[in-house]
């Protein structure tokens, strides 16, 4: 038991200097809310998002992912950026997520890292590194390691941290010490549920297919016209639940990697985006977790964006951009004309 403990100490200790924030130790075996995960699967509130139907057996009981798998390293990096993260995006349009370097890249780099590391310590380890993919529930594993807990908003809210947090796992065949879960610290102050502005957030969870960020990023069809006016005029990504979150008001600056605006799209001009030609969706995308908005999702957000944007700065030459949008983007005449009359220049 000694060696055991010593070898977790040892792991936790590498992951920190790797630089993690937070390093929490899961078991492999069955995720405790796997009957939950299913039953939301069958209520079809993961909306488009097929790939989350698909391997289901391996999602709930990571120990199917690698040979052997004994334990799951699960790890956090923050990124709240340095100007208070409670305070409201401007100008909102790209979630703090998606503003700076590509995290999958970053934190799979790190885990490399790690795993080498590990592996000098540890000759027979055995692991595999996931970073917002493959079939993992990452924040059940991240819950279950006590790294933090689920929110009301169903991020994780890790102390200290809040839940501006970046989750990734390393699935491994070393018998580590599991961490105990933590005590929900959410209170009944519901200010994620009120600031949610399409309502997708209820008591009973998250129902992707009205969730902005699900709208945005992962649905690749036309977007329900009645949602239209409540998106607001974010191009990738929402973080209205998370700026009414009290558990962000005093989050420390983030990793810097992760943090740091990167141009153009971190301090995005709606009219540029909207005159964009694929080349300047590549160009503008490359190295930036946003490029997962295909070229044709990112004029789609942006002609809704700009139906919201009545009264900002810069509406005339929305308008010029839209009409010239509609000429050149016969599938985006709809939402184009509702913007324009939106403006006022029907």
């Known amino acids: ?7 977790t100490a040892t792991v936790k200790r590498l992951s920190r200097e790797a630089g993690f924030a937070r390093v929490g130790i899961a078991a492999a075996g069955l995720v405790a809310d796997a009957e939950r995960f299913r039953q939301w699967l069958a209520d079809g509130r993961h909306g488009t998002m097929g790939y989350l139907a698909r391997n289901v057996a391996k999602r709930v009981r990571p120990e199917r992912l690698v040979p052997g798998a004994r334990s799951v390293i699960c790890l956090a990096a923050g990124y709240a950026p340095d100007d208070g993260a409670a305070a409201p995006s401007a100008p909102g349009l790209v979630a703090r997520y998606a503003r700076g370097r590509d995290y999958h890249k970053v934190l799979k780099r790190r885990c490399v890292r790690l795993m080498d590391r590990i592996r000098q ?47 990734c796992e390393i699935v491994c065949n070393l018998p580590l010490c599991p961490d105990g879960g933590l005590a929900n610290d959410c209170t009944d102050c519901g200010a994620c549920l009120l600031a949610c502005p399409t309502g997708a957030l209820t008591e009973g969870g998250l129902d992707a297919r009205c969730c902005i960020s699900y709208l945005t990023v992962e649905h690749r069809g036309p977007i329900e016209r009645d949602l239209w006016p409540r998106m607001g005029r974010r191009l990738v990504g929402c973080d209205a639940c ?11 600056p983030g990793d810097a990697e992760l943090r740091a605006v990167r141009p153009p799209l971190g301090g995005a001009d709606l009219a540029e985006v ?34 919201n944007s009545a009264g900002t700065d810069g509406s005339g030459r929305l308008v010029a951009a ?22 006022g220049s029907a």
Not at 1 to 7: H, P, Q, Y
Not at 242 to 252: G, I, K, T
Not at 281 to 304: E, H, Q
Request: charged fraction near 25%; glycine fraction near 10%; include cysteine.
């Open 1 to 7: 038991m000694r060696a055991r403990d010593e070898l």
């Open 322 to 343: 839209l009409h010239e949008l509609k000429r050149r983007r016969p599938e985006l005449r709809e939402p184009a004309q509702w913007a324009l009359e939106r403006l």
């Open 121 to 167: 310590i540890a000759p027979g380890f055995a692991g595999r590194a996931f970073v917002d993919s493959g079939p993992v529930l990452e924040r059940s594993l991240a819950l279950a390691a006590g790294v933090g807990w689920i929110g009301r908003n169903c991020c994780l809210v890790v102390p200290g941290l809040g839940s501006y947090v970046c989750l």
């Open 242 to 252: 998370q700026e009414a979150c009290p558990h962000n008001r005093d989050a420390p």
């Open 274 to 307: 909207l005159s964009w030609n694929e080349a300047d969706w590549d160009a503008g995308t490359t190295g930036s977790a946003a490029r997962r908005v295909r070229y044709d999702m990112l004029l789609r957000n942006a002609t809704i964006a700009a139906g």
